[in-house]
């Protein structure tokens, strides 16, 4: 049996615990991301999602409940571990695209292998596959700055893919973009999302947008419903 991609299990997460201003954001939230299966995360603000994302993401801790990658649960596992399976399984979007100034479209894609531990010559051809892929093979040497905001997201979405990762987490990641940028860049998004077949959990409050994915899941009162 396949094992889910990501499994959030009664994730509890509060805020100055035991403080009087302790903001219990997270009161039960269980999920699974099946291989390939792109959900809709729909919140108010300041509901929690990027809370939930952080935590599925592995860059914050939960007070209590289970985070499972693939199958392997993470939640105790020491920090270099989690480390590790963060840089080579989850990719993540912003609403800002992030990206580094000094460096080209290219580079930027390229820097996150390296890291990982790819060969120049590997990560540099990566670096143009997706950037061709997302309609940027012409602009690959071109700085962010030289990048209008939806050429800029597409790049971002290229360098979260980097590793070819699991799990795409993404935050409004068209929600700096004016109405109709947003819809093509989201589309370039979702296409990659499919033919990669990862797993994505995308926050947006966009309706029209949340439909376009596998299903939705609503952040309310600190469970999801
Ligand atoms: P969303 O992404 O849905 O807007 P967040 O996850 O950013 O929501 O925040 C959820 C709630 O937790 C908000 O009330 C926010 O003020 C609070 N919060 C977020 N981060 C912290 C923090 N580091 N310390 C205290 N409160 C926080």
Redesign the pocket.
Known sequence: MNEPALRLEAIVKT??RGRPNA?E?LRSVSLSLEAGEVVALV?P????????LHIAGLLDTADAGRVSIAGRDLTQAPDRTRTEARRRDVGFVYQFHHLLPEFSAAENVILPQLANGTGKAAAADRATVLLDRVGLSGRADHRPAALSGGEQQRVAFCRALANAPRILLADEPTGNLDPATSDVVFDVLLELVRDTGLSALIATHNPDLAARMDRTVRLEDGTLI
């Open positions: 805020y100055n903001v954001v919140a603000s300041g509901a929690g999602k990027s809370t939930l």
